[in-house]
Antibody, heavy 118, light 112 residues
């Protein structure tokens, strides 16, 4: 059974850093296109970052230079390293596995809440 | 990269059909047959219900169907049931030159 479990969210002060984790089971993260999607409170879904099977990474403009997506094959885990956090980054962060490079987010984790506030 | 445009709300009575539109541009929805749809109940993670415009993942009822014409994709829910009340989001592939994925603004479907 495919399962994704996020962790690492919490309350962080503006300007701070945080690392989110997404532990996968039932499939191999390094063989799958993986995406981070966030949802601000009461708002819609926004794709934040994707890592391709070959290791190519992409970021939406609002997080370029601040967020880094990575994966650990030995742990079968996806990460999102976030720095210079601002109030606009407050959201539930989901990891998702793609059906293909063209999208179709097939499996989702339960999400982890990141709150940026002083 | 702008979000795809969806109506904020849609509604229908049990047993009826409701259609949700998703309007993009010639660089995303209009360019590729890679539109997907997601159902999200309050406090839950989204669930994939349609991919590649009209394909349904295993386990998704055939009451859910998708289509596309030009820059606009559509999701139709036939035979509305109470459990279909949820938020629905479309998403499209937008090519490899920029960030490849864009979501719609979301539609709240209410079963009257």
């Amino acid at each position: 059974e495919v399962q994704l479990v996020e962790s690492g969210g919490g309350l962080i002060q503006p300007g701070g850093s945080l690392r989110l984790s997404c532990a996968a089971s039932g499939f191999t993260v390094s063989n799958t296109y993986m995406t981070w999607v966030r949802q601000a409170p009461g708002k819609g879904l926004e794709c934040v970052s994707v890592i391709y099977t070959g290791g190519t990474t992409k970021y939406t403009d609002s997080v370029k230079g601040r967020f880094t997506i990575s994966r650990d094959s030995s742990e079968n885990t996806l990460y999102l390293h976030m720095k210079s956090l601002g109030a606009e980054d407050t959201a539930v962060y989901y990891c998702a596995s793609n059906l293909a490079v063209t999208g179709g987010f097939e499996s989702w984790g339960q999400g982890t809440l990141v709150t940026v506030s002083s | 990269q702008s979000a795809l445009t969806q109506p904020p709300s849609a509604s229908g009575s049990p047993g009826q059909s409701v259609t949700v539109s998703c309007t993009g541009a010639s660089s995303d929805v209009g360019a590729y047959n890679y539109v997907s749809w997601y159902q999200q109940h309050p406090g839950k993670a989204p669930k994939l219900i349609i991919y590649e415009v009209r394909k349904r993942p295993s386990g998704v009822p055939d009451r859910f169907s998708g289509s596309k014409s030009g820059n606009t994709a559509s999701l139709t829910v036939s035979g509305l049931q109470a459990e279909d009340e949820a938020d629905y989001y479309c998403s499209s592939y937008a090519g490899s030159n920029n960030f490849p994925y864009v979501f719609g603004t979301g539609t709240k479907v209410t079963v009257l």
